[in-house]
């Protein structure tokens, strides 16, 4: 009895195991694509920049006038 207990027991065990790692997995895709998202996010902001210094070269213009 012992040794079969023992048996299911390091069974039981593994499939523990398993189950962790592939939650792990799955975890770290997930964390994968919001990284994905964030540096989408970092493009637009880049964007915004551009146009802000393009509005400083107008009022140098408005200056020379």
């Keep these: 009895m012992d040794e079969d207990e023992k048996e299911k027991y390091n069974s039981y ?3 523990k195991k398993e ?5 792990k997995k799955e975890k770290q895709k997930k964390k994968k ?5 964030k540096k989408k996010k970092k493009k637009k902001k880049k964007k915004k920049k551009k146009k802000k210094k393009k509005k400083k070269k107008k009022k140098k213009k ?4």
């Excluded at 189950?19 to 939650?23: A, I, V």
């Design 13 to 15: 065990k593994n499939e």
């Design 62 to 65: 408005k200056k020379k006038k």
């Design 19 to 23: 189950k962790k790692k592939k939650e």
């Design 33 to 37: 694509k919001k990284k994905k998202k």
